[in-house]
């Protein structure tokens, strides 16, 4: 019986996904010059700026939001296939690739348009999906391997949280040019590192002071490790991209800042949920 509801949640997952990508304005997009031969935009093969730059940019706009949009459903009908006390980090995976597709279709649409790399649609995905990522180490490692350490009144998923709302804040601050680049991105990587202090270092190089790692199931020690290694390594990408916005220090172009941007969003959001969908599932096997 079990099996039939997750195959009828899937078909209706896969059905609203559907639906979505129809009602979702298409408009943006819809006096844009196409190319005959390719069925392309036309500007991607204009002769004008970097043709081969723009196209990776579009291609990796379109593949960010379906296979976002695919790890939406397998999140979700992966769900109910793990222990109860993981349902919550199927969950958080799932809204954060879910609304981060629906703002590429959005993101595509206005590069589509109007040859800009949006700051302002990538910085509303950022301000809602980051602080979830910050929030999925809590509910995969469980509350007994969260300490009681507190800074500032607040506990260890506080400061993920508050962390997180830092580092996006500033961010957009120094991309909007509305505060000096340099004095945003210093600010904005204390969110990072407060983050950072309170998970942990991956595998051993630094046990962060908000989790107890003698008190991680074994069974997602290896996944609790990987997520931290995204938080360490795979948020990096994010600050190299921060370099190449024309508000910022403008180091090449925006095209090159989409596709890191866009890579590292692929990476981070789907990775996260993947390896922890694989600590839900075998620590869930050790449960049978």
Same mark, same amino acid.
């Given at each position: %019986? +079990? ?36 069925? =392309?935009?036309?500007?991607? +093969? ?5 043709? &081969? ?9 379109? *593949?960010?939001?379906? +296979? ?8 979700? +009908? ?11 980090? %199927?969950?958080? &995976? ?12 959005? %993101? ?9 790399? &949006?700051?302002?649609?990538?910085? #509303?995905? @950022?301000?809602?999906?980051?602080? =979830? ?7 995969? *490692? ?36 509305? #505060? ?30 908000? *989790?107890?790692? &003698?008190?991680?199931?074994?069974? *997602?020690? @290896? ?8 938080? =360490?390594?795979? @948020? ?29 969003? %692929? ?22």
């Amino acid at each position: %019986m +079990s099996g039939k509801k997750t195959l009828r949640r899937t078909a209706l997952l896969l059905t609203a996904m559907a639906v979505l990508a129809v009602l979702v304005p298409t408009a943006l997009a819809a006096d844009a010059a196409v190319d005959a031969d390719t069925g =392309l935009p036309a500007f991607l +093969s204009d002769g004008a700026g970097n043709d &081969s730059l723009e196209l990776l940019t579009f291609f990796l706009f379109f *593949v960010g939001y379906i +296979s976002m949009g695919a790890a939406f459903v397998f999140f979700m +009908s992966e769900r109910n296939n793990v222990a109860p006390e993981y349902r919550t980090t %199927m969950t958080i &995976s799932a809204l954060i690739v879910g609304i981060a597709a629906f703002h590429y279709y959005y %993101m595509r649409g206005v590069y589509v348009d109007t040859q800009v790399v &949006s700051t302002e649609y990538r910085y #509303m995905d @950022w301000i809602i999906t980051v602080p =979830l990522m910050a929030l999925k180490f809590p509910s995969l *490692v469980g509350k007994d391997a969260i300490t009681d350490k507190t800074f500032a009144g607040l506990g260890f998923t506080g400061i993920c949280f508050v962390g997180a709302l830092i580092m996006i804040g500033f961010g957009y601050l120094g991309e909007a040019n509305i #505060m000096d680049e340099t004095i945003a991105l210093l600010l904005g990587g204390m969110g990072w590192a407060m983050i950072m202090v309170a998970t942990g270092l991956p595998f051993g190089l630094f046990a962060g002071l908000g *989790v107890d790692d &003698s008190k991680i199931k074994e069974e *997602v020690k @290896w996944s609790t490790d990987a997520l931290r290694t995204f938080l =360490l390594v795979g @948020w990096i990408i994010y600050p190299l991209g921060y370099l190449f916005n024309e508000n910022t220090y403008d180091l090449g172009n925006e095209e090159i800042m989409g596709v890191l941007y866009n890579i590292a969003d %692929m990476i981070n959001k789907i990775g996260f949920g993947v390896v922890a969908w694989m600590g839900a599932k075998k620590a869930t096997a050790a449960m049978a």
